[in-house]
């Protein structure tokens, strides 16, 4: 009697200890189990490419980080301020109007 | 930079009234080469000189980039031709057109003769801007001529994109220049933006 009891116990013990920490594998099964079932696809565990996004190419308006520009001499022309100020000089002196059009500015170390 | 040749500068000084205008933003691109060395350089800055008449009317343009003794002879021929003009306001568009039909005869019977301007410009570069100088006096030139006298009365600020779309090739309302197929044929990715 003494010794079932025992047993008991013990397989008691045993039992609470499994059901207390992590769910306790089934040997049994685990033998049969397909590399499938433990590994993804490859092809699941890569991001299809049209929702692949990378480092923009080109620079944008929120990613561009604005440096000061070094500003130069816009060369040894004496140019006016506005366009309205060279066409009231022109109509005093009779020079023609000289319009400078360019990307950037003249007075910037790239223009 | 051709406003710092005292030549160029002084002659302008004494003949012109002259003003600057920013287009847009220059683009820039920058090269870096991973090591903290980096190489900034403008990518597509293409300029031009208006000679106008005081109440703003365009009489010519020197399209993009010349070498020196080219864009100041340009400039002397542009100075006299203004002043015949100028002094005639009351038949100024008359006189515009003319000029533009005289230079389009000009500029095809001489074509066949011009190889290259005179240069006189040492160094890095020389070939592309005498090669570029040539190009803009024998062909951009001829397509102002033509724009202009079908645009007599045009302002610098009226006709500013479509010379830089038509002439320049650089179209001023697209935020890429136009550059962008160029720039990413070979990206392989779809956030071009």
């Given at each position: 009697m003494k010794r079932f009891l025992l047993s008991a116990?013990?397989?008691?013990?045993?039992?609470?200890?499994?059901?207390?920490?992590?769910?306790?594998?089934?040997?049994?099964?685990?033998?049969?189990?397909?590399?499938?079932?433990?590994?993804?696809?490859?092809?699941?565990?890569?991001?299809?490419?049209?929702?692949?996004?990378?480092e923009p190419l080109s620079i944008t308006k929120n990613d561009a980080k604005k440096?000061?520009?070094k500003k130069v001499r816009p060369g040894a022309v004496i140019w006016y301020p506005t366009t309205a100020d060279a066409k009231r000089n022109s109509l005093l002196s009779g020079k023609p109007v000289l319009v400078f059009h360019l990307m950037g500015f003249l007075d910037d170390r790239f223009c | 930079m051709l406003f710092s040749n005292p030549e160029i500068s002084a002659y302008i000084n004494q003949n012109f009234e002259p003003v600057w205008e920013s287009v847009r933003p220059v683009p820039t691109i920058t090269l870096d080469f991973g090591n903290g060395q980096k190489v900034t350089?403008?990518?597509?800055?293409?300029?031009?000189?208006y000679v106008c008449t005081a109440d703003g009317s365009i009489i010519d343009v020197i399209p993009g980039v010349y070498e020196p003794q080219a864009y100041l002879r340009q400039l002397k021929k542009l100075s006299e031709a203004s002043k015949n003009i100028m002094v005639q306001s009351d038949r100024q568009f008359e006189l515009i057109g003319k000029y533009h039909k005289d230079e389009l005869a000009r500029n095809k019977s001489l074509q066949k003769l011009i190889v290259e301007p005179q240069t006189s410009v040492e160094g890095h570069g020389k070939a592309?801007?005498?090669?570029?100088t040539s190009h803009n006096e024998w062909f951009r030139r001829r397509q102002i001529h033509q724009m202009l006298l079908k645009q007599n009365g045009a302002t610098p600020d009226s006709f500013k994109k479509a010379l830089y779309k038509n002439v320049l090739h650089a179209d001023l309302d697209d935020p890429h220049l136009g550059l962008d197929k160029y720039l990413t044929a070979?990206?392989?990715?779809?956030?071009n933006s």
């Open positions: 116990l013990i397989t008691t013990l045993f039992a609470a200890q499994a059901s207390h920490g992590q769910e306790p594998v089934k040997r049994s099964s685990l033998a049969d189990l397909r590399k499938s079932a433990i590994e993804m696809p490859i092809k699941s565990l890569l991001v299809p490419p049209q929702e692949l996004k990378s440096e000061p520009k | 350089r403008t990518l597509h800055g293409n300029i031009a000189t592309e801007l005498v090669s570029d070979t990206y392989p990715f779809d956030d």
